[in-house]
């Protein structure tokens, strides 16, 4: 074990900077960093001598892989067997999402400059801590997703309200099929605003301790690679718009075009049950008018999904046994009913996360 704090925080002149310290991980969020980070930005919020604040990752591999679904995976099994899953929202995970969504929050409204630096992988709860900021970074080494249904999990950390406004169908594309973003994706589909050359980044992370964030980045930023997603739209747009999963399937396995068709086989080997709360909570998500709303309903699916087979089961597959052959339950999207997924979508009563926006307080 490493005796380095799993968040590093410092000043550097105006510049506020916390990084991710946890390497060999890929960084992966725990509930401790989530308290850490929070505590440190609501003391930056007023802090005259901090203009600008930035997150990047420790390592080589990416900003954050993540939230720690290991710690997850066994958190929800004991909940399961123990019977406790009408309390779930107590439970170790729903007091960690709870915190991380507050989190989300706090970066989406930050009352400064919040850069977050993209580089390498950044993954679901990574995607929280950086795609809400007012400065989004990519570089060559980018990769982006969010890639929960393919552990029957459910997009999270607001990252339903980015992908539902992602033009056209491409955010709805992305949840389904987990498809990961480069750096040029990521910017044409909102998930970022601009491209550094990933050497660059310390001498940017240097400019921030003087000048504005505005004023740093214009001078490293390069212009974006394009989007082979975004030259995709045609076809995505025309097969996701369909009502259900199993529409959109259909769709994707009758087109012309050799992509769709892989697209199709991507989402039937996912969870059919998160892939059919997905939809829905992108559709919702979509009508929402702030990340707030969006973070409160996330938060429902969440502890939902806690006591849920397939999420326990997706997380045994992909990441503990590695077998990559979940059993999932239901086995398919035919077998998902409307009463299974409303379920996702209940009200907590005393338990709900109560996000509200600062014209509602």
Sequence with gaps: ??????????????????????????????????????????????DDSVRTVALTGAGERGLCAGGDIVAIHHDAKEQQAAGHVGSAADSATGKFWRDEYILN????????????????IVMG?????????????????????????????????????????????????IALTTARMKAGDAIATGFADYYVPAEQIPAL??????????????????????SALFAQRDWIDSCYGAETVAEI??????????????????????????????????????????????????????????????????????????DRNPQWSPATLTDVTTARVDTYFAELGERELGLTTPEEM
Excluded: C
């Design 1 to 46: 074990m490493s005796d380095e704090p799993e968040v590093l925080v410092e000043q550097r002149a105006g510049l506020g900077l916390i990084t991710l310290n946890r390497p060999k991980a890929i960084n992966a969020l725990n509930h401790a960093m989530t308290r850490t980070i929070t505590e440190q930005l609501r003391a930056w919020a007023t």
């Design 105 to 120: 929050a706090l970066i989406g409204r930050y009352p400064k400059p919040y850069v977050a630096v993209m580089d390498g």
């Design 125 to 173: 709860g990574g995607v929280g801590l950086s795609a809400h900021g007012s400065h989004r970074i990519v570089t060559e080494k980018s990769t982006i997703g969010m890639p929960e249904v393919g552990i029957g999990f459910i997009p999270d950390v607001g990252g339903t309200y980015l992908l539902s406004r992602a033009p056209g169908e491409l955010g709805t594309h």
């Design 205 to 226: 992370l240097t400019t921030l301790q003087t000048e504005t964030a505005d004023i740093a980045i214009a001078k490293y930023a390069a212009a974006a690679p394009e």
């Design 249 to 322: 399937v259909a769709h994707l396995q009758e087109h012309a075009d050799t992509e769709a068709n892989a697209a199709a086989t991507a989402i039937l080997g996912k969870s059919p049950v998160a892939l059919q709360v997905t939809l829905r909570s992108l559709r919702s998500a979509r009508t929402a008018t702030n990340l707030e709303t969006v973070l409160n309903e996330e938060y429902r699916v969440s502890i939902a999904s806690l006591a849920s087979h397939d999420l326990v089961e997706g997380i045994r597959a992909q990441v503990v046994d590695k």
